[in-house]
């Protein structure tokens, strides 16, 4: 049990097709993270939020809508997504945004667009 | 700029030997340095982490790290590698980014093989 909870752990699905990831952090944290691990890439960071409201966004094609209702809920909202955006997404939480604290992980869903 | 550099992106010892995986920062005010492991299909997990304590940090699974403000470095050893620590592991830095704000950066990461 890391804390941070996310589902599902694995995603199949068409370009077409509208899917959601989902993290839960039950650290009572503040700050909420998406990133994106592609192989033989670093982790690119792609959202933050602080309080629920949006700090960050890195560049982040629209076809990635990320939503965070509360402190403790994050949603990322996919459509029309290529198969360059299979990968691993990754969601952590942190005390802070832009703090001094470290990033708790999720244990991710692999993602494959078909 | 790349603020944290991981040297080798793939390291193979035997079960056993030491394991030693480097990390070298870029800052010029003191960092906050972590180490992560990534298991195949999962998260990450914090290792140990460097707060400007002791420069000699003791993490889980018997892996420590030593902060050498000199060398800019932060390498992850443990005495003897066991099959179980074949994984991959993320050195990270938090530095000051302005306004009383941080940045989190992860180096790319080195890929441990444990040999039999």
């Known amino acids: 049990e890391t804390g941070v909870t996310q589902t599902p752990r694995h995603l199949v699905m068409g370009m077409t097709n509208k899917k959601s990831l989902k993290c839960e952090q039950h650290?009572?944290?503040?700050?909420m993270y998406w990133y994106k691990q592609s192989a033989k890439k670093p982790l690119e960071l792609m959202f933050v939020y602080s309080l629920e409201e949006r700090v960050e966004n890195n560049s982040v094609p629209s076809r990635f809508s990320p939503e965070c209702p509360n402190s403790s809920h994050l949603f990322l909202h996919l459509h029309t997504l290529q198969p360059e955006d299979s990968a691993l997404y990754l969601c952590?939480?942190?005390?802070?945004?832009?703090?001094?604290?470290?990033?708790?992980f999720g244990q991710g869903t692999r993602l494959t667009v078909v | 700029a790349q603020s944290v550099t991981q040297l080798g992106s793939h390291v193979s010892v035997s079960e056993g030997a030491l394991v030693l995986l480097r990390c070298n920062y870029s800052s010029s005010v003191p960092p906050y340095l972590f180490w992560y492991v990534q298991y195949p299909n999962q998260g990450l997990q914090l290792l140990l982490k460097?707060?400007?304590?002791?420069?000699l940090v003791k993490g889980i699974n018997g892996f420590e790290a030593e902060f050498k403000k000199s060398e800019t470095s932060f390498h992850l050893t443990k005495p003897s590698a066991h099959m179980s620590d074949a994984a991959e592991y993320f050195c990270a830095v938090i530095l000051p980014s302005g306004a009383g704000s941080y940045q989190l950066t992860f180096g790319k990461g080195t890929k441990l093989s444990v040999i039999p």
């Open positions: 952590a939480s942190s005390q802070e945004a832009h703090s001094n604290t470290e990033a708790f």
């Open positions: 650290l009572g944290h503040n700050a």
């Open positions: 460097y707060t400007s304590a002791a420069t």
